[in-house]
């Protein structure tokens, strides 16, 4: 069965149409509208959007989600927030490639739509991303730090919404292997921070040395020092610290760490007696070598 077409249609009569195209793909759904109005019409059918997956080829689903999104878009932005997460999340679970692909072209819409000055576009733009790190698409979307941070700026966007935003960049980014980029992003996220709140930063900048000790290009970078979290890192460092963050055995920490000094990619002096390492610089922080200009 063909999706339906709405461009003639009245508000009404594109919400009788939806109900009764999802209901035949199996959603629990009336197939008359609310009394309630247009608004309650508009969440049973998000409601149950995630059945246009169901649809036998793509060009179905995507026409029938973007129908949606006419619809979306002419709720005022005071009423609409609700709904827009609500189709946004629905779009994140695609059970496939292709219709994950399908989703990512719909959120494209729907930024589009409402503006990338609205404030609903935070939250659009947050979940486009999570689909394109599904789909292997964060390139159509991201291209530029530099502009996402003026972007961001321009919005007034509050600080940990940012981080949230550049947590998941980054994450999507090393899944799409693209190394440098997410350098640049995580750079980003760990300037977020400030003297009072760079304690916070651990998770952030555990994960940086992480990703960087499985590049080989890594080197040591002292621009990085100015950045509140790496002094976080000037302390010292157990080996009970090790152990639990590494998830590995306590007989192993100290194979672990020769391994890692041997690499060159760390300076530290290790405390057997008193099972502790000692960094012998300010900060152990790398990152790829492109980034000697940052």
Known sequence: MSAPTFNDATDEEQYLDLRSHLKNLGADISE????????ADLQDVINVCDFCFREANEADAECTLNSIVSLLIMVPQTESEPLVNLFCEKLTRAPSLKMGCVAFKVLQNLFAGI???????????FNLT?????????G??????????SWLTEMKIPTEKTQRLLRLLHEVLVESKQSDMAAKVMIELLGTYTEDNASQARDDAHK???TSLGDPNAFLLDNLLVLKPMAETQKEIPFSVI????????EEVESFIIE????KLARAKVDQL???VLNDRKCCMMVNSRFSDV
Do not use: M
Not at 32 to 39: D, I, T, V
Not at 115 to 125: A, K
Not at 140 to 149: E, P, S, V
């Open 32 to 39: 008359e509208n609310s009394e309630a109005g247009y608004l």
């Open 115 to 125: 503006g990338e000055h609205s404030p609903l576009c935070y939250d659009v733009y």
């Open 130 to 138: 999570r689909v394109a790190g599904q789909t292997d698409n964060v």
């Open 140 to 149: 159509l979307i991201f291209k530029d730090i530099d502009k996402l941070k």
């Open 208 to 210: 940086c040395i992480v």
């Open 243 to 250: 152990e639990s963050e590494l998830q590995i055995k306590p």
């Open 260 to 263: 890692v000094l041997r690499t």
């Open 274 to 276: 008193q099972q502790r």
